[in-house]
């Protein structure tokens, strides 16, 4: 199983398509928010499943501020991490995917990728499509890949611009 997971596009589009051409096949995209009204084009653009949620910057969207679901037999939550304030720290939003029995919390907010696991959840920030903030400021995204026997690899990946 192998899942793309991109946040913070702001509407700058065109990188979220050269990423997904890029990476395909994927059996899903995360999309952990602020498309700013990007999210159907995304979903219609994708030959997978495609789940997002709503980023601070969404002022019009109906998306869901987060979700929890079962994919691949892993259990995730994904949320854009405002409301968790990620800026300041990631313990409240591993206490919530912890006290969920979540394998994956998804989220993004803070522009700079992140990639820790601690208790068994894998903690993963993609970082920013359009805006990083990150030393090298490089946009950047995630690749979760699941093999047969559930083994997990995270790899975070930069891309030239």
């Known amino acids: 199983m192998k899942i793309l997971v991109v946040s913070d596009t702001h509407g700058m589009d065109r990188r979220f398509y050269e990423v997904y051409k ?19 084009d995304f979903d219609r653009s ?22 929890f679901f079962q994919y691949g037999g ?4 994904v949320t ?19 006290n969920r ?18 208790d068994g959840v894998h903690i993963i920030n993609p970082g920013s499509l359009s805006y990083p903030r990150q030393f090298s400021h490089r ?10 026997n559930g083994d997990v690899k995270v790899t975070l990946k930069e891309i030239e611009d």
């Open 22 to 40: 890029k990476e395909k096949p994927v059996d899903m995209v995360i999309h952990c928010g602020d498309t700013q009204g990007s999210e159907d």
């Open 80 to 98: 854009h991490g405002h409301l968790y304030n990620v800026s300041s720290g990631y313990h409240r939003l591993l206490d919530e995917a912890k």
């Open 101 to 118: 029995g979540c394998d994956f919390v998804l989220f993004g907010h803070t522009h700079r990728p992140f990639y820790e696991e601690i």
């Open 46 to 67: 994708v030959n997978c499943v495609f789940c997002a949620v709503q980023g601070n910057n969404d002022f019009f969207s109906n998306l869901p501020r987060e979700r």
């Open 139 to 148: 946009p950047s995204y995630a690749i979760i890949d699941v093999d047969s």
């Open 74 to 77: 892993k259990s995730f939550f």
